[in-house]
Each structure stands twice: as structure tokens, then as C-alpha cells.
């Protein structure tokens, strides 16, 4: 039986989060990863020496990346391991087609993250893959960015208004202690920065500052190499918003935080909808930091699909009497659900997956309730505590989730 504690503690991701055993084997100290050969990392290439040198560097990778893939034990055992991790990969594999089908049709959003994805072939997505790439960009903010001060979101600073003002109107919306909330924003251009990949690959992934060197290296290398990456600015490096309640990792205390990636807010803003996509996500995930400080995420069911869809929903409730209270974000409902129904769409369809968000249409019905709620409270001006919000949710839960 697994326990429903696990559910405290991880970082909350938009995508599904799945919470499996990890079986993996983990890297031994004496194991290293070679330096990837000079002559790999600059030549003057002719195709066939390309296609050499890619090979080359592709074994060495798929012989590193089964190793290291699932974090170091001491990531694992803080249910921060690559598996708890960012499975947002899974919509870009969708979009890439390399999963079977799924019940999630095409979206807008979808659509849009397949033009993006034009110029990708097999052997980029390969490399990006087994670098870890697509996960650094998490991994570095979920670590290392401590501090709210300094930060910019998007990939040009045209979200760092927003979401700013948001965050102060979100801190004094609700009335828990939120001093201590750091937000920071999740770059893909951490990928050109090797000290910061290093110390991921050692301090995440476990691997000798020898071998992290090598295969910071090695994504210099493939950033030359390969334009499709956009020099880490592609958004499938940062497809993703995520909430984590504080924990001690490896004797650094990491902070209560919120990380936004720039790819996930541009795919919105590319569909229109700048004015209300960061203060939606953001608003969602602050409410994952109301449940950690009211102690709300843990639930007597057994079932981790039950538990996570839980959680959800009331952040989906609680996001939505922000968005739309007079005295919160006070957005017109009817712009608040044309954004959500592309927002919900987009969110897992694997309903018995164990980090599984609730259907799109539990989503919307969590979020109608939340609406209703703060047009109640439009008149007398009030803003309900977020202890009786908590409660009223669970009240309504059983009507929220029936077919
Ligand atoms: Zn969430």
C-alpha cells in the first residue's frame, strides 16, 4: 500500500508527476564519463566526420544517461528524482509523436508547440534526451535559484511585469505568511552557463565533477552544433510552472518556491493570452503554497491518483476566486475560462496516473465553483480566509468530481 505522505514534499508540477520506485542503479564513485575527444568538440567538419562524431558522442551518452537519469540517491530520497520530475517531456513527445497515441487530441497549444518543434529531427531530440537537457533548466531552479531578488521571467523579461505585480497582489490577497515564498523564473539559457551545469550534474544527478565536466562540454558542443536548441531558448527546456514546499537537500535548506519556465508562459502569450496566462499559473501554484502552510495535502485516501487530483483541484478553486474576485485579480469570468479551457486542455490524460490533475472538465468545474464563490463575495467586498476556503472545497469535492 502506498502511503498518501508522499504526496507532501514534491514539487508540484503542471504536468503530471508520477511518484514510482526508482529501481535504477546508481552511478558508482569510481565511475566516470570520459571527456568527450577533442576532435568531437572542434573540427572542421565534413558530413560523413559529423555523422562519425555524433555516434561517437551518442553511445557515450546512452552509456552515462541510463546511469544518472533518475538523480542521486539523496535527490531520490527527497522524492526529488527525475521521476518525480518534469513529465511535461511527455507533451512534448506527443507533439514529437514518439509516444503512442494518447486521449489528449491536438490544442491550440499543442499545435503551437509543433511548429516550434519543425526543425527538431530524431537525432536532436536524441541528443537533448540523453544529455538530460531537457530537464537542467528544472533542476538548476529547483537547487540553485534561491532568491526572488534579480529574477526576470520569459526568456526577454516581457513577463517580469506581470508576474511581479501578481505575486505582491497574490501575497496580499491571501492571508497565510508568505514572506518566506521565493518565486524565480526557470531559463533555458542556464544550458550556456557550464559552472551551473556542472554543479547540477554533480549535486542532482550524483556524477564526479570530471564527468559533469565532460558533459558540460558536450552540451557546448551540441548548442554549436545544433540551432534547432536556439541556444537553450527553445521552450521545450522550460515547459513547465512547479511549486515545492521548503526541504533540506544535502544540508542546504532549500526555500518554499515557485518556478515559472519561460517556454510554458510563451506558448500562452503566442496564443494571445499575455494578459491573463502568468497570473492564472501563478495563481495556481500559489495555491499549492497555501495547502503547504495550512498542512492541507495530505488526505486520508489511499489512492495517489485520488490524493493528487485532490490537490489540483482546489489550487484550480483557489486560483480561480483570485482571478476573479473584485478585490483579487478582478478578471471578467468569461476571459478566465476562455484562457482555462486552453489551460485545462493541455493538462494530463493519464487519469489513473498517480499525478494525475483531474479531467478538463473537473478542472473547469473546481474553477466555475471558486468564480461563484468570489461573485458572491463581489458585493460585501470580503475575502474569504483560505482555512474556509480549504473547507468549503472539501465540502464540494464529491460534486466536483461526479460525472
Ligand atoms: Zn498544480
Not at 11 to 21: E, K, Q, V
Request: proline residues 5%; contains cysteine.
Amino acid at each position: 500500500m502506498t502511503n498518501p505522505k508522499k504526496l507532501k514534499r514534491i514539487i508540484f508540477g503542471f504536468f503530471a508527476l508520477s511518484f514510482m520506485i526508482l529501481t535504477s542503479c546508481e552511478l558508482e564513485p569510481s565511475e566516470k564519463i570520459d571527456p568527450i575527444a577533442p576532435e568531437l568538440l572542434y573540427t572542421e567538419r565534413n558530413e560523413s566526420q559529423t555523422i562519425q562524431d555524433f555516434s561517437k558522442l551518442g553511445e557515450l551518452l546512452i552509456r552515462t544517461n541510463s546511469r544518472l537519469k533518475n538523480g542521486s540517491e539523496s535527490a531520490r530520497m527527497k522524492g526529488l528524482g527525475a521521476n518525480s520530475g518534469p513529465n511535461y517531456l511527455e507533451i512534448v513527445e506527443r507533439v514529437l509523436q514518439v509516444v503512442n497515441p494518447s486521449p489528449c487530441g491536438p490544442t491550440d497549444y499543442t499545435e503551437w508547440l509543433e511548429e516550434e518543434n519543425s526543425d527538431w529531427s530524431s537525432v536532436s531530440r536524441n541528443f537533448a534526451e540523453l544529455t538530460l537537457m531537457y530537464v537542467l533548466p528544472t533542476y538548476n531552479a529547483l537547487l540553485f535559484e534561491n532568491n526572488t531578488r534579480d529574477q526576470y521571467f520569459g526568456k526577454d523579461g516581457e513577463f517580469t511585469q506581470s508576474v511581479n505585480k501578481t505575486f505582491k497582489d497574490l501575497k496580499r490577497f491571501w492571508d497565510i505568511p508568505s514572506n518566506d515564498i521565493v518565486l524565480t523564473a526557470m531559463h533555458g539559457n542556464i544550458l550556456l552557463e557550464r559552472e551551473k551545469l556542472i554543479r547540477t550534474y554533480t549535486d542532482f544527478f550524483g556524477l564526479s565533477p570530471e564527468s559533469a565536466e565532460n558533459l558540460a562540454d558536450a552540451i557546448s558542443f551540441l548548442l554549436e552544433t545544433f540551432p534547432e536548441y536556439r541556444n537553450g531558448d527553445h521552450p521545450n527546456f522550460t515547459l513547465n510552472a512547479l511549486a515545492l514546499e521548503g526541504l533540506n537537500f544535502m544540508g542546504e535548506d532549500l526555500p518554499n518556491k515557485i518556478i515559472l519556465g519561460d517556454g510554458f508562459l510563451e506558448g500562452f502569450a503566442a496564443l494571445g493570452f499575455n494578459d491573463i496566462a502568468p497570473k492564472a499559473i501563478l495563481a495556481h501554484e500559489f495555491a499549492h503554497q497555501i495547502q503547504f502552510k495550512l498542512n492541507i495535502v495530505d488526505s486520508p485516501t489511499t489512492d495517489l491518483a485520488e490524493a493528487s487530483r485532490r490537490v489540483e483541484l482546489m489550487a484550480d478553486a483557489y486560483a480561480a476566486y483570485y482571478l476573479s474576485h473584485a478585490r483579487g485579480a478582478s478578471m471578467q469570468w468569461k476571459r478566465v475560462q476562455q484562457f482555462l479551457e486552453v489551460f485545462f486542455l493541455l493538462g494530463d490524460c493519464e487519469f489513473g496516473d498517480p499525478g494525475h490533475h483531474g479531467t478538463p472538465l473537473q478542472r473547469m468545474a473546481a474553477a466555475k465553483w471558486g468564480n461563484q464563490l468570489a461573485e458572491k463575495a463581489r458585493k460585501q467586498g470580503h475575502i474569504m480566509s483560505s482555512k474556509k476556503f480549504a473547507d468549503l472545497f472539501e465540502a464540494q469535492l464529491p460534486i466536483i468530481v461526479s460525472p
